[in-house]
């Protein structure tokens, strides 16, 4: 499964927080249909791009291990800090996770996502927890089914939101 491009409102308001040294968020991971969304990167941020995409980090030792483990969901969990990795998530949905899981994003004022990780029903607490942490003043923290998570993108991005 290719994983869906995110609007680039989205990437901006990802970056604006890994470049916050107050935000928890250490890194932005970045399709390859996204890459276009990225703006001039500052100088002292770690970028990386293998096939599965792009990760811009404040850390050189997440920048180590996407280079080397970019394709295991849970190095990728661990760097994006999301509680639960996405085999995880499949297993504790029962092979359901369209139907069982819950997508928890943290907003900024403007609708953006700033962060956004997939949980179980086992999981969905710690996640709400976790991405509150990432919610900026002024934003909010949204649930929504995968549908509608994954719909919003293919929206907001046809309409160049």
Known sequence: ????????????????????????KVACFVVPKNLP???????????????????????ANFAGLFEA???????????????????????????L?????????ARDRDGHVVTEAF???????????AMGEHVPSGGSLAVLSPVLAISRRVALRWVGF
């Open 69 to 95: 483990h970019a394709d295991d969901d849970e190095v990728m969990a661990r760097i994006l800090g999301y509680p639960e990795d996405k085999a995880l998530v499949v297993s504790r949905c029962r092979g």
């Open 37 to 59: 969304d990225l703006p001039h990167l500052p100088a002292g941020l770690r970028v990386v791009t293998r096939k599965e995409g792009t990760l811009v980090t404040t850390r």
């Open 119 to 129: 949980a179980s029903p086992l999981g969905f607490l710690a996640a709400v927890e």
């Open 1 to 24: 499964m290719f994983p869906v491009p995110e609007p680039a409102g989205d990437i901006h308001a990802q970056l604006r927080a890994v470049l916050d040294a107050r935000h928890p």
């Open 97 to 105: 996770p369209a139907v069982n899981a819950r997508a928890v994003q």
